[in-house]
């Protein structure tokens, strides 16, 4: 399911995020002007991503927190969750950070374990571990 807004409320994200966390997605209108965008947003639904647009995750991060679950991660594996958040592939976050696949690799499996993530045929750890994210806000 794809959410196209005219609005600016990352509340309205969350409680997607919440009550689907795979094969989501919640975009701005006005940001979405490039039919590729679309598609390319439809494509990583349809392979069980979250697709959120990065204004709302800015926002969702910038909110002010409390002491969480994040804080065990280096500043890198923040880096590299905060790219999971916007909905960036191993592929594009190795782009991103000019780190190669094996360490992009080995900063998830860091922060899935960070997260006490466990492997299961029931979860979307990816997702999860972004939910985490969303939820902690700014500060870690």
Same mark, same amino acid.
């Given at each position: 399911m794809?959410?196209? !807004? ?7 994200? /969350? ?5 689907a ?8 209108? *006005? =940001? ?11 494509? =990583?639904?349809?392979? $069980? ?8 995750? !800015?926002? %969702?991060?910038?909110?002010? =927190?409390? &002491? @969480? ?6 500043? =890198?594996?923040?880096?590299v %969750?905060?790219? /999971?958040?916007?909905?960036? !592939?191993? @592929?594009?976050?190795? #782009? ?21 993530? #466990?492997? !299961?045929?029931?979860? &979307? ?5 972004? %939910?985490?994210?969303?939820?902690? $806000?700014p500060? *870690?």
């Amino acid at each position: 399911m794809l959410v196209l !807004s005219q609005y600016l409320e990352s509340r309205y994200a /969350m409680r997607l995020l919440e009550e689907a966390p795979e094969r989501v997605g919640y975009l701005l209108k *006005d =940001r979405v002007s490039d039919i590729a965008v679309l598609a390319d947003a439809l494509k =990583r639904i349809q392979e $069980g991503e979250c697709v959120i647009d990065p204004t709302i995750v !800015s926002r %969702l991060v910038q909110r002010p =927190r409390e &002491h @969480g679950p994040l804080d065990e991660l280096t500043e =890198r594996e923040r880096e590299v %969750l905060g790219l /999971m958040a916007e909905g960036r !592939s191993n @592929g594009a976050i190795c #782009q991103t950070l000019f780190l190669s696949p094996k360490t992009v690799e080995a900063n998830v499996r860091q922060i899935f374990r960070k997260l006490g993530l #466990q492997q !299961s045929p029931d979860d &979307h750890r990816r997702v999860l571990a972004v %939910l985490t994210y969303l939820r902690a $806000g700014p500060g *870690d």
